[in-house]
């Protein structure tokens, strides 16, 4: 199995931070290089050593920054577009704390990125009803499921990954047909595209990234739907008030498929949007912090009706 060596750079300060929300993400396996460590080592008074090498000196002057190793696949792609957004998003939030937050990918160029996706990325089945696909592949007989069409771009989104997958079975049980669909946190649209296929009238997508919003956006005009059907905006539905009244309520579906820490700091608004008897679907929870996840939306009056897992993630169907 080849491997993507990725590079992470970032502060002394925030490598704490940053290794927590890499574990978020599934990715427990990384180097860490930090000049600060290293001048820690050689202040230490108690340390038995009268000599260190001319290499080891070296990692002194080492920008710091973190090593992690993903799969040069399509499922390490993927996690590869995750990572993306989540160092995006603290970069916004905090860029002195965070630094850079560069990534320097192997030998693999950033105008690659997209084509290494070619060789794995095929039309592959969801659920009872959808059919994901690129547009550079053809679809014969689909079997009557309904053709999803997304090509892979620096927003999370193909459907590959499990969190993604799994919502969009689970919107298979949840949509009827002319359900008012928020997508919180959507990437590249994916999931207001099968809501829409699946049945539902109309969609409203939120995420932090304009290119994500853009990108969202286009997805669903080149599926077929036209700006009637969906209102794409940028913010911060944690922060921003505005934005949180602009959104309005009565929805009958909520998507959340974001990170454990952003499901809990909105625990407490996503009644405020959805219908008396609507559904809320949160998505991306690693199993070390769904135990967390789900005391906090107990705590916010949501009852868990289906946890679905996959390979460490966790989806889950909630109501009030």
């Not at 059907?229 to 998507?255: E, H, P, W």
């Amino acid at each position: 199995m080849d491997f993507l060596k990725t590079d992470v750079y970032t502060n002394s300060a925030a490598v704490d931070v940053l290794v927590m929300r890499l574990s978020e993400l599934g990715i427990t396996g990384f180097e860490i290089h930090d000049s600060a460590d290293f001048d820690e080592f050689l202040e230490n008074k108690d340390a038995n050593w009268d000599y260190v090498d001319d290499e080891l000196m070296g990692l002194k002057t080492v920008p710091t920054h973190i090593t992690l190793y993903l799969q040069n696949n399509a499922q390490g792609l993927e996690t590869l577009a995750e990572l993306k957004g989540a160092l995006g998003e603290l970069r916004a939030s905090d860029p002195d704390f965070y630094g850079s937050l560069e990534i320097q990918i192997g030998s693999v160029r950033e105008e690659d990125w997209a084509n290494n996706w070619k060789q794995y990325y095929k039309p592959f089945n969801v659920g009872e009803k959808l059919i994901i696909k690129p547009s550079w592949e053809e679809v014969g007989d689909t079997g009557g499921r309904k053709i999803l069409e997304i090509d892979p771009a620096s927003s999370f989104g193909t459907g590959q990954h499990h969190t993604t997958k799994m919502v969009m079975e689970l919107l298979e049980g949840v949509v009827k047909g002319g359900e008012k669909m928020l997508d919180l946190g959507c990437g590249s649209g994916i999931l207001s595209i099968a809501g829409l296929l699946l049945g539902a009238n109309s969609v409203y997508l939120v995420d932090v990234f304009e290119n994500a919003v853009n990108t969202a956006a286009e997805n669903i005009r080149k599926n077929g739907f036209g700006d009637d059907r969906f209102t794409a905006r940028r913010g911060n539905i944690i922060d921003d008030k505005a934005l949180r009244n602009a959104i309005g309520g009565g929805y009958d579906i909520i998507t959340a498929n974001i990170v454990a820490d952003v499901i809990i700091a909105m625990s407490g608004l996503f009644g405020g949007f959805l219908k008396t008897d609507g559904t809320l679907i949160v998505s991306g929870i690693i199993d070390e912090r769904l135990a967390e996840v789900s005391f906090t939306l107990e705590k916010a009056g949501w009852k868990a009706a289906e946890i679905r897992k996959a390979e460490g993630w966790n989806a889950i169907v909630l109501k009030k």
